[in-house]
């Protein structure tokens, strides 16, 4: 809009010319093209994920793990009722709805996939081993600490050293996961000293897989790795 008293073009949408304070008339700037700027862009519509993908999966296996469990209880207790397998099923079910909707279909980095799937593999051992504890006789629990958990912790940490090794443009961003899946691989050793573990063979392999990763990270991604603390500590 322009004021006709002092021909100044006001582009804000004020009723009075902030320079000679005289009121502003609509009827006197009929023929002008005038737009008003907006002082706030319009607000941008979230993009919507394409999540019908995931829903349609997820509910597949659901449908399909809820069926094999229920499928499982009447033929558990029709043929043997001195170990309830069923309980294995419906757990092995529900780890396999955390390796689809929390693993598979997520967008989490990979050092947070390897670490909760080691997590939830280690949880579903823990319950085999405490079901068979309780229903099956002469059975050695002590197998999860002996072999499982290292077990574990040795896939781990080479899956996440190959990884790293491939990732080689995105150091910034895995080595760190890279050297905390590979630390955890000293657990078993501990609990060996701890005495949890009888039989200390993957242990100590678990130990040396970590430390080969960890030596390679720390020598081939030094720079990334200075960086990386530097910026995490403020240095």
């Known amino acids: 809009m322009r004021c006709k008293y002092c021909d100044v073009e ?3 949408e004020s009723k009075i010319c902030p320079l000679c304070h ?3 008339s ?6 002008l093209d005038y737009t008003p700027t907006k002082a706030y862009p319009d607000k941008q519509k979230p993009i919507k994920k394409p999540y019908r993908q ?11 793990s809820l069926s094999l469990f229920i499928l499982s209880i009447p033929i558990n207790l029709l043929t043997d009722r001195d170990i309830y397998w069923f309980a294995i099923v419906g757990v092995l079910a529900i780890y396999g709805f955390i390796l689809v909707n929390n693993t598979i279909l997520s967008n989490n980095g990979i050092g947070t996939k390897i670490f909760w799937q080691g997590v939830g593999i280690l949880c579903v051992l823990l319950t085999v081993n405490y079901l068979l504890d309780k229903q099956a006789p002469d059975y050695s629990p002590s197998w999860v600490w002996d072999y499982g958990l290292p077990a574990i912790l040795i896939i781990a940490s080479i899956v996440t050293g190959i990884y790293t090794a491939i990732a080689s443009k995105y150091w910034s961003g ?3 996961d890279a050297l905390i899946i590979s630390a955890l691989g000293y657990v078993p050793i501990i609990l060996y000293a701890a005495k949890v573990v009888a039989h200390p063979a993957l242990s100590i392999a678990s130990a040396c897989v970590s430390s080969i990763v960890i030596g390679s990270c720390c020598i081939l991604g030094r720079k990334t790795l200075i960086a990386e603390f530097k910026k995490k500590f403020h240095v």
Do not use: A, H, M, P
Request: with cysteine; aromatic share 8%.
């Open 174 to 176: 895995v080595l760190i």
């Open 10 to 12: 006001v582009t804000c």
């Open 54 to 64: 995931r829903l349609t999966v997820t509910g597949i296996y659901l449908c399909i």
């Open 26 to 31: 609509i009827k006197d700037n009929f023929d």
């Open 22 to 24: 005289e009121k502003l």
